[in-house]
């Protein structure tokens, strides 16, 4: 056998120049050709080593045969407009990552200025519920292109790309999904242009003007959908950098500020004219004391950021189910050394000193660091979502990220280094917020409006290079470069219909119970916030200036109290902080959990989890079909859809409700239709992400299961021993 | 009998396991149990992990050790039936020096340890110490559990939940491949088994009894479940003796083969539970596994699950890092140096495959040794996972009444009930660990079951409280000799006489549906509320959010339809409309009420 593989071999070398011309001129393959190129392939990748087949194909000739040349020119995705496709090559493989038989789906493969796409020859198959309006789930927007990977899974970096294309090029996402292409059935040509452009257009920097929203902003024309990104904090990206943000208010009086950072003494002066600066900044609403924290001092810094999520995002960036199986053995220590839970863990133990120092001692916070709109970012908002339930709300958290994120000068663009320039820092700062989110969420779900999908669709989001909202770096930058109306990511319905929109609620979230408001108003003590509102749904009258009317109330009310002296604290040394945060928890945790008010999240390792819908969406072997906690979500969701039915026909028949209205005052709109009406189709653990695929109805059984599970340390070797050892006594 | 120095009842009696005996003699605020009896109280201190040194007063009574500190606020008290208790040892001696230092110190089955501290003067500690010991080993010393003291009557009899034949008819049997056997009516063919066995219809009384000879303690392959309509069929028994020598019977391997015959299963599955190095090891002691070469039309799977004292060893890492307080740094890494989820993986993919096999119309038999530990776990979970009825409460206790009760799990010996030998080899948490397997099933199908994780719980607290005679003895032999059913309470009677508290809401019913749970690490989680449940941190919820939030939407839902009902009673009939609220006439300000469904935001 092996010695007829390797003369098969000496003959293809042979004849190499005439079978290649046969090969691309063929429009009909049959079944022995096949058999050749699948020797090719090998060839191709395994240069003269092991003959060993890497390739089986399922796809009977007939079904290359019906791929002709003629049809190849109209297959192209739906473009979008000012999309434009640079170039395309056919007979591209799209492997099915689900299992190990390198089975797959010939196709188009394209390139154009928003996406990489490819378009199957098979029909489509069925629609998907949770449908993205803009891209497909064979579409890649191209800002949102990891890493990608030749033969041998080799790196391929930009620039060093001439005039070879590997046989197999795997693209890892940065919404975790995995496409592995196999170009060794193309025209060289092709193949060669496809994979330089696909090279180019992702991995090469270039300028901000290439970035596709330009193209789509001046193309599109939706009336509906212009959103003015009208932003609310006074003045430019310079007036964060150097001054003093104010972000929030407890009702108590005392404030949370953030700043970059106090550059470090030099000479005697210059620290104290800035502190001056900063004093008279927070002068008229001063009392009590000021704790200062540099944020530097105890979090990771953006670089650390970066590495530990590199490192965490391998474990689901899975290329075939071997590896997965393999990893699964080392999957909690694997976890624990890349350091991403802890880094979680840190930011919402730092936001949580913060609320104790705002709640319980009452003393204004400024929190610092270098650049101030990273970390800061990540805590203050933290913070907010802990202490005000507004920002709990769809529309509150909205304005939340708006006002700290986008207003609040995050480094959008570099952060994400949409361009690939090298000097740029990228870290996914605000993913880690969001995983805190999450965390939150988790623990707390009845105190969200918005659901595990909203958060997972916004951190995608991110990458989608339609939307302005995240292509910054700064409002200065922005207004700089924006000369036409924008869409902001906040205009869900640019990504999907109402139905999937609906997914964003949280069937589990209940309003306030509403007390007489109209009574109390005027002298219960209130948070203060910025009330910035930049959404489509709701537009703000342009440059109103939100924040000087809510400063300068906030000036009256707090003007006449006590002005006190600046006390800066030194920076908080860990054990005790640690121990005194989990005194506070404590103290909390004793009371009734009210989830319309204040929220801590719990610390301890088994309560920091690992965000599964997003991590584990595309993951086949680790659905858990008819399963996973959307099954009892929407079985909630059902019942609310019942629920809202019926008091719409009690309130036709001009019926006062006046029993507890709790559950029956849920937001207009839920989940409940959506569902009610997929109730006869199994959801899987990744719904919405992967919902209605016909997967083969068989467990995933997992293999390489006792490589790693070898029990050291035992006395007297007690794994070798016997279960019962001596004679039986049956009493 | 009262003790009136107490007044107000705990917040959380008995870890929420046991309700009732709230309702039942009040005894200040710790009731007791009929036929329960005080046997001293003492003034103490108890050292607690969490608040610090409580004063208060211990209560113990033939039942349990019952704790109350008379100045925190709120009370903190203790409740531990002395089942639960594994050791107890004097800590400190009369010349200890230091504060609290003298006293004792007890080791829970249960994932807890408590120390009480005493004055040192005139040996106080002794009667205290002598009564614990004395009590919470009772059959060391001579004395009966307290499953037969108690007095307890409930509405239900749970000694009738389980009827052999009952059950075997519901598969559809016997039929014609299959036939009950009552060879072992006096527990003459294999003592560990029980009386009513289903074997091949092929196999003779004559076989059954050569095949004994050659399977570990006689326990032959015989049927613990049929597929309706496939007809394939899960056997369970122990290892062949093949030895050193391997020695081949003719009549096993005959036998083997009539099972793979009854459904025209080409190849039969031999899935040996353990790792196959453990199987080859056995040889030396006379057992091993089923060679190619003798069993021609059958294929034998290695399942790598550890024995009883690898699963010992590592449920006590577990305690180590969760007792008292959650391991800090490197949760995860200590999580996983306990190798206990990893146990759990194994044991749950065992059990896939198995109902795999099963599902693809393929017959299987299982075993391990001697086929009474992970074999009960295979077969009951693959159980679980085929058929729909185990996942009912009744079925559950089926279930659990049939694999585990029935076919000799060695209760006694793997916990160790009422017995002082704390250190004893057969020791293991084999079914605390099936439990576990139950609870991440449950887990991921969070709508597949009838029961809900109180009933897990309340199932362990029982495992080791000895209040019910349902998981006392080895095996059916020995229960009908200390006759048991009827000088016990059966668990299943507590729990069928409030079906209520154990039901999980979100049940759906959907019979003939396999569940497949992902057994992957990314899936499998520490379960939290049962093994940190005496961490004041980990918020021990009555009611989860979702389930709470489901059932008042529930009661809403019934609330309106009752008042439409209500409402178009009164339109059909306008003149019997009476009700002062809902009968408003519909042109009543329609508007007032829509303000109800669109708040602004």
Known sequence: ?731 | TKFSQLSSPPPNFFGGASRESLKMEPLADCSLLPGEERIIDKDIIYICPFSGALKGKVFITNYRLYFKSADADPAVTLDVPLGAIGRVEKMGGASSRGENSYGLDITCKDMRNLRFALKQEGHSRRDIFDILFKYAFPLSHGLLLFAYLSQEKFEENGWSVYKPMEEFRRQGLPNDKWRVTFINANYELCDTYPTILVVPFKATEEDLRKVCTFRSRGRIPVLSWIHRENQAVICRCSQPLVGMSGKRNKDDERYLDLIREANGTAKLTIYDARPSVNAVANKATGGGYEGDDAYQNAELVFLDIHNIHVMRESLKKLKDIVYPNVEESHWLSSLESTHWLEHIKLVISGAIQVADKISGGNSVVVHCSDGWDRTAQLTSLAMLMLDSHYRTLRGFQVLLEKEWIGFGHKFANRIGHGDKNHADQDRSPIFVQFIDCVWQMTKQFPTAFEFNERLLVTILDHLFSCRFGTFLFNCERARDTNELRSKTVSLWSLVNSDLSFYQNPFYTPESNRVLYPVASMRHLELWVTYYIRWNPRIRQQQQSPVEQRYIELLALRDEYLKKLEELQLSDSSPNSSHLSNSSTPNAASPTQHITHLHTPF
């Open chain 1, 1 to 731: 056998m092996f010695d007829g593989r390797v003369l098969l071999k000496q003959v293809i070398l042979l004849f190499w120049p005439l079978i290649s011309t046969w090969v691309q001129g063929a429009e009909k393959i049959d079944s022995c050709q096949l058999q050749v190129l699948e020797m090719l392939s090998s060839l191709g990748s395994a240069g003269g080593k092991s003959a060993k087949p890497s390739f089986v194909s399922y796809v009977t000739p007939e079904e290359i045969k019906s791929e002709k040349e003629p049809s190849r020119k109209e297959k192209h995705p739906d473009l979008l407009p000012g999309e434009v496709v640079f170039c395309s090559a056919s007979t591209v493989l799209k492997y099915t990552q689900d299992d190990l038989s390198q089975r797959g789906v010939f196709g188009v493969l394209l390139c154009t200025n928003f996406r990489v796409s490819f378009v199957s020859d098979e029909e489509p198959t069925e629609e998907m519920l949770f449908k993205n309006k803009l891209y497909g789930e064979n579409d890649i927007p191209l800002s949102c292109v990891d890493n990608i990977y030749g033969d041998k899974r080799k790196l391929i970096t930009g620039g060093l790309v001439k005039n070879k294309y590997p046989s197999k090029m795997i693209i890892h996402c940065k919404d975790l999904r995995v496409f592995q292409f196999s170009l060794s059935f193309s025209k060289e040509e092709d193949a060669k242009k496809i994979f330089q452009g696909i090279v180019h257009h992702c991995l090469e920097p270039k300028s901000l003007r290439c970035l596709f929203a330009f193209s789509y902003c001046e193309n599109t024309s939706y009336p509906g959908s212009y959103t003015v990104e009208n932003t609310s904090y006074p003045g430019s990206y310079s007036y964060c950098r150097e001054h003093l943000m104010w972000c929030w208010s407890h009702h108590s009086g005392c404030a949370l500020f953030k700043t970059a950072s106090i550059p470090l003494v030099q000479e005697d002066n210059v620290p104290q004219t800035y502190m001056e600066k900063m004093l008279t900044a927070v002068a008229h609403n001063h009392l009590y004391s000021v704790k200062t924290e540099d944020l530097s001092d105890t979090l990771p810094t953006v670089q650390d950021i970066l590495l530990s999520y590199n490192k965490f995002k391998q474990f689901f960036l899975i290329d075939n189910t071997t590896e997965f199986w393999m990893s699964d053995m080392k999957w909690f220590s694997s976890l624990d050394n890349c350091g991403w839970l802890d880094i979680i863990r840190q930011c919402l133990q730092k936001a949580v000193e913060v609320v104790e120092s705002l709640e319980k001692e009452n003393t204004n916070v400024l929190i610092m660091e270098e650049g101030g709109s990273d970390l800061c970012c990540v805590v203050s908002s933290l913070v907010q979502l802990m202490l005000d339930p507004y920002y709990r709300t769809l529309l509150g958290f909205q304005s939340l990220v708006q006002k700290e994120w986008v207003a609040g000068g995050h480094a959008f663009l570099d952060r994400s280094n949409h361009l690939h320039l090298k000097d740029k820092v990228e870290s996914p700062v605000f993913l880690l917020f969001l995983e805190c989110v999450w965390q939150l969420q988790q623990q707390h779900g009845p105190a969200f409006q918005f659901s595990e999908t909203y958060l997972t669709v916004l951190s995608d989001s991110v990458h989608v290079p339609v939307f302005t909202t995240f292509l910054f770096n700064n409002d200065g930058h922005r207004d700089s470069l924006l000369r036409v109306k924008t869409h902001a990511v906040w205009d869900w319905s640019v990504q999907f219909d109402c139905k999937a929109q609906d997914l964003f609620t949280n069937p589990l979230y209940t309003e306030k119970p509403k007390q007489d408001t109209s009574v109390r108003k005027s002298y219960r003590p209130r948070h203060l916030r910025q009330l910035s509102l930049p959404s489509s749904a709701f537009k703000t009258p342009p440059k109103k200036g939100f924040f000087k009317d809510e400063a300068d109330n906030l000036k009256k009310i707090l003007g006449v109290k006590r002005l006190s002296r600046w006390m800066l604290s030194p920076s908080s040394d860990s054990p005790q902080t640690s121990s005194s945060v989990r005194e506070f928890y404590e103290a909390w945790q004793t009371k009734p959990l009210d989830y319309h008010g204040l929220l801590l999240p719990c610390l301890d390792g088994p309560s920091i989890r690992v965000w599964m819908q997003r991590y584990l969406r595309w993951i086949h072997d680790v659905q858990i079909l008819g399963g996973g906690p959307v099954a009892m979500l929407s079985k909630v969701s059902e019942i609310l859809g019942e629920v809202q039915e019926l008091q719409r026909q009690l309130d036709r028949h001009g019926c006062t409700l006046t029993s507890n209205h709790k559950g029956a005052r849920p937001r207009a709109k839920t989940a409940a239709a959506v569902i009610a009406a997929r109730s006869s189709v199994r959801l899987s653990s990744s719904f919405p992400f992967v919902t209605s695929r016909n997967w083969a109805f068989k467990p995933a059984i997992p293999t390489s299961l006792l490589q790693s599970l070898m029990v050291t340390g035992m006395p007297g070797n007690l794994a070798d021993r016997e279960d019962d050892g001596g004679p039986e006594s049956l009493v």
